[in-house]
C-alpha cells in the first residue's frame, strides 16, 4: 500500500486543472471544502494519486454540486454532502465495493440517478462511467471516464440530459435539499403517468432511492 506522501503529488496535482474548469464552467458548479483528516483518509484508502482528476477530486474536494446541488459528485465528505467515495460504496478491507460490485460509484443525481465507473460489472469498456437511468432501470454507458465526465458536468449540456426528469420550479425546490437526499416521484418514473411536473414528489434518503432502483434493476 503506497503513503500518502507517495500519492500527494503537488508538482503534477490537476487541482490547478479542474479549479480553471469550475472557473469558466457553463453549469453552476461549487466545489464544496473538504475536511482535511477525511481527504486523506479517502486518497489513502482508494490508493490513488492526485495526478488522477479522480484522485484530486477525493483529496481536494468534500464534493461537488452541480446545478444547485441537481447532480451530486462524490470526494471526501461535506457538511452538505456527508458521503465520501468510500463509505458509499462500502468499501471493505480487500478494497472491493460491496453496494455494486466491480464498479466504483462516482456521483448520482437528486432524482435517483446514478453514476459508476466500471470495473467489470457492465458490457463496455474497463473505467468508463455508466449512468443508471430512473426512466429505464438501465445501466448505460456515457463512453466518457471520470475526467471528462467532469468536464461534461462543468461544460456540457446538463439541461438536455435531464430535460425529461425536471419539473417547473425544480430549482428553488431543491435548493436545501442536502446531498444525503432525493426527490422520490409518484409514480415512479419508468411508470405510465403524466408529465413529471404533474407527479407528486418527496424528498427522501438517498439511501431509499437506491435501494428502490437498485431492487427494480435486478428484476429486469
Same mark, same amino acid.
Given at each position: =500500500?503506497?503513503?500518502?506522501?507517495?500519492?500527494?503529488?503537488?508538482?503534477?496535482?490537476?487541482?490547478?486543472?479542474?479549479?480553471?474548469?469550475?472557473?469558466?464552467?457553463?453549469?453552476? /458548479?461549487?466545489?464544496?471544502?473538504?475536511?482535511?483528516?477525511?481527504?486523506?483518509?479517502?486518497?489513502?484508502?482508494?490508493?490513488?494519486?492526485?495526478?488522477? %482528476? !479522480?484522485?484530486? %477530486?477525493?483529496?481536494?474536494?468534500?464534493?461537488?454540486?452541480?446545478?444547485?446541488?441537481? !447532480?451530486?459528485?462524490?470526494?471526501?465528505?461535506?457538511?452538505? !454532502?456527508?458521503?465520501?467515495?468510500?463509505?458509499?460504496?462500502?468499501?471493505?478491507?480487500?478494497?472491493?465495493?460491496?453496494?455494486?460490485?466491480?464498479?466504483?460509484?462516482?456521483?448520482?443525481?437528486?432524482?435517483?440517478?446514478?453514476?459508476?465507473?466500471?470495473?467489470?460489472?457492465?458490457?463496455?469498456?474497463?473505467?468508463?462511467?455508466?449512468?443508471?437511468? @430512473?426512466?429505464?432501470?438501465?445501466?448505460?454507458? !456515457? &463512453? =466518457?471516464?471520470?475526467? &471528462?465526465?467532469?468536464?461534461?458536468?462543468?461544460?456540457?449540456?446538463?439541461?438536455?440530459?435531464?430535460?425529461?426528469?425536471?419539473?417547473?420550479?425544480?430549482?428553488?425546490?431543491?435548493?436545501?435539499? &442536502?446531498?444525503?437526499?432525493?426527490?422520490?416521484? *409518484? @409514480?415512479?418514473?419508468?411508470? &405510465?403517468?403524466?408529465? /413529471?411536473?404533474?407527479?407528486?414528489?418527496?424528498?427522501?434518503?438517498?439511501?431509499?432511492?437506491?435501494?428502490?432502483?437498485? *431492487?427494480?434493476?435486478?428484476?429486469?
Amino acid at each position: =500500500m503506497k503513503s500518502l506522501d507517495e500519492l500527494i503529488d503537488e508538482s503534477e496535482s490537476t487541482w490547478l486543472e479542474v479549479q480553471d474548469w469550475v472557473s469558466k464552467a457553463a453549469n453552476t /458548479v461549487e466545489i464544496l471544502p473538504a475536511n482535511p483528516h477525511e481527504a486523506r483518509e479517502v486518497l489513502h484508502q482508494l490508493q490513488i494519486t492526485t495526478r488522477s %482528476v !479522480l484522485g484530486t %477530486v477525493a483529496y481536494y474536494t468534500g464534493g461537488i454540486f452541480i446545478e444547485n446541488g441537481w !447532480l451530486r459528485i462524490l470526494g471526501s465528505g461535506s457538511r452538505r !454532502l456527508p458521503r465520501n467515495l468510500i463509505t458509499w460504496n462500502e468499501i471493505g478491507a480487500d478494497g472491493k465495493s460491496s453496494r455494486l460490485p466491480s464498479s466504483f460509484l462516482i456521483a448520482d443525481d437528486v432524482v435517483g440517478g446514478f453514476f459508476a465507473l466500471n470495473g467489470g460489472a457492465f458490457e463496455g469498456k474497463p473505467g468508463d462511467v455508466f449512468y443508471f437511468a @430512473p426512466d429505464t432501470l438501465e445501466w448505460e454507458s !456515457l &463512453d =466518457m471516464g471520470f475526467s &471528462d465526465f467532469l468536464y461534461w458536468a462543468c461544460f456540457g449540456d446538463v439541461q438536455k440530459f435531464y430535460e425529461t426528469f425536471r419539473w417547473e420550479g425544480w430549482a428553488e425546490e431543491i435548493r436545501h435539499i &442536502d446531498g444525503n437526499q432525493g426527490v422520490s416521484i *409518484y @409514480p415512479f418514473l419508468w411508470a &405510465d403517468g403524466g408529465p /413529471v411536473t404533474d407527479r407528486a414528489r418527496s424528498v427522501v434518503p438517498i439511501e431509499e432511492l437506491w435501494k428502490i432502483y437498485a *431492487y427494480k434493476s435486478k428484476l429486469k
